[in-house]
């Protein structure tokens, strides 16, 4: 199984909004709806943004938002900060009863 | 609070075998809501799934690793555990436990990681 495709850079200025994808195959995130996106600052353990395409946990701010077409997955983040600056991984649940994570993003904050 | 915490040699010999533990506490192993599971991350790299248990011992593995990997679950210390035989510095990483709701993809808990080594 392939890693998921993500871009592995995207940068935006404060408030502006960026969207990161993530692109797989009918295998994995065009047949669930089980794509997961976590949000890693360096040297920390990753924390999720946004679970099963679009729901986004308790305390996690609503300018993340998630959504799903095909075969790709993407997470939008509005309104940027600075604390948003981090890597981001996008994870799909796939056919073979696996999961499978993408490259990972690194967004910058200008 | 679910707190969850890996334990293991930080350092392992090419061709031998890691073994990692990793102990729950604040919540119980044994609930059905659960599948727990490891991630990895190579020093500078991405994350990779590598395996999910669930507490009546079904096992998930990741198709590349499947051949050298094993899980357990000890529902009496409240612990589950990896081990990957044949290791080669292909394997040094960061190794996560973690914790994922059932019928979702929602992993709402993480270990701090620890780093394993693999070097003569």
């Known amino acids: 199984q392939s890693a998921l495709t993500q871009p592995a850079s995207v940068s935006g200025s404060p408030g502006q909004s960026i969207t990161i994808s993530c692109t797989g195959t009918?295998?994995?995130?065009?047949?669930?709806?089980?794509v997961s996106w976590f949000q890693q600052h360096p040297g920390k353990a990753p924390t999720v943004v946004i679970y099963d395409v679009s729901t986004r946990p308790s305390g996690v701010s609503d300018r993340f938002s998630g959504s799903k077409s095909g075969n790709t997955a993407s997470l939008t983040v509005s309104g940027l900060q600075a604390e948003d600056e981090a890597d981001y991984y996008c994870?799909?649940?796939?056919?073979?009863?696996?999961?499978?994570f993408g490259g990972g993003t690194k967004l910058t904050v200008l | 609070q679910l707190q969850l915490q890996e334990s293991g040699p930080g350092l392992v010999k090419p061709s031998e075998t890691l073994s990692l533990t990793c102990t729950v506490s604040g919540g119980s192993i044994s609930s059905s809501s659960y599948y727990w599971g490891w991630v990895r991350q190579p020093p500078g790299k991405g994350l990779e799934w590598i395996a999910n248990?669930?507490?009546?011992?079904?096992?998930y593995y990741s198709p590349s690793l499947k051949s050298r990997l094993s899980l357990s679950v000890d529902t009496s210390k409240n612990q589950f555990s990896l081990i990957l035989s044949s290791v080669t510095a292909a394997d040094t990483a960061v190794y996560y436990c973690?914790?994922?709701?059932?019928?979702?993809?929602?992993?709402?808990?993480w270990g701090q990681g620890t780093l394993v080594t693999v070097s003569s």
């Open positions: 994870m799909s649940y796939t056919r073979i009863s696996a999961w499978v």
């Open positions: 248990i669930y507490y009546t011992g079904s096992t």
């Open positions: 009918s295998s994995d995130v065009g047949a669930y709806n089980y």
């Open positions: 973690a914790r994922r709701q059932s019928g979702s993809g929602y992993i709402d808990s």
